[in-house]
């Protein structure tokens, strides 16, 4: 008798809790905690902050588009993994292609079996 209280009771404080944000107003958010500072007065929480988004840069050539947005490379639309990262540049791989992103802001192209090819503007 006690487990089938229990469970009835279980079940009636999952469904209210969830009855309270389902009849919740669309468009409505939900009030932020108060935190109480040192000196015994309240304030809401800050905002949370949204992440940056990094700055695309696309360059062509020698029949390939590479695009580069922070730290992620894709060659013609496929993802480059990143082979090394020194002080003055950093290496991807996608298929046959080498990338070399300097610091400097030149982007260098290698294929596998020829070598160096040129830079990409």
Known sequence: MKLKMLTALAFAVVSLSGFAQRNQPKGM???PPMVQNTQGQYSVLPALQKAQS???????GYGITVVISGDW???DGKPAALDE????????SQGLYNIVVY????VALLKQGEGFIGYLK
Do not use: F, L, Q
Request: glycine share 4%; proline share 0%.
């Open 103 to 106: 610091k400097s802001g030149k």
């Open 85 to 92: 990262n020194n002080a003055s540049a950093k290496s991807y």
């Open 54 to 60: 990094a700055k695309k840069r696309t360059v062509k």
């Open 29 to 31: 958010m939900a009030v």
């Open 73 to 75: 490379v894709t060659v």
